[in-house]
């Protein structure tokens, strides 16, 4: 790490459902959303564009060269140093599993527990697989097709194999708190 007497911590969601609340949350029109995963576009202020909707995640991690880097730019190679990134981090979280994930703040940080728990977001299915959007499965609005949000899966594979490997750090880090 770059400053070792700092701790870093970071929280991921998974990027479709990141992408639909970022969505919502700033009011984009989906059609603009879905112009920037189609059509390569700047950044705008880091607020929209490409890379908000083309692994982000990746982008972030690997720094200024590959977030402004055109649509569909990144590489596996991206994917790998990002994973190598992250896992330097002290504490990694993710939304998808607050509950557990969030007693690294507790143990590592010494944050009161109780002031933790007031995220409660269990998004996995029965076979422990995480569902995109729970809320909109559960009949929430979603700004998009089902086709827009294939289009964005499929744009954003290299993101959701990094959140898959962030959700595995993060319980893993969770687990050896007690180790």
């Not at 409660?120 to 422990?128: C, L, M």
């Not at 697989?129 to 909109?136: E, L």
């Amino acid at each position: 790490m770059i400053c070792p007497q700092f701790q870093y911590l970071t929280v991921l969601r998974h990027p479709i459902a990141r992408i639909i609340s970022n969505t919502l949350f700033e009011r984009y029109p989906p059609d603009r959303v879905m112009y920037w995963a189609r059509r390569d576009s700047n950044a705008i202020l880091f607020f929209g564009g490409t890379p908000i909707v083309d692994n982000y995640f990746v982008r972030v991690l690997n720094g200024a060269e590959a977030y402004f880097s055109p649509l569909r730019s990144l590489t596996r190679a991206h994917l790998e140093r990002a994973k190598e990134i992250l896992a330097q981090f002290d504490i990694v979280m993710t939304i998808e599993d607050w509950q557990y994930t969030s007693q690294q703040l507790s143990k590592k940080l010494s944050w009161p527990a109780k002031s933790l728990t007031r995220v409660v977001n269990g998004r996995r299915d029965s076979q422990g697989k995480y569902k995109v959007a729970s809320a909109v499965a559960k009949g929430g609005k979603t700004p998009f097709t089902e086709q827009e949000t294939r289009e964005l899966t499929e744009l954003n594979a290299l993101d959701i194999e990094l959140f898959e490997f962030a959700s595995r750090l993060a319980q893993n880090l969770t687990r050896n708190l007690s180790s």
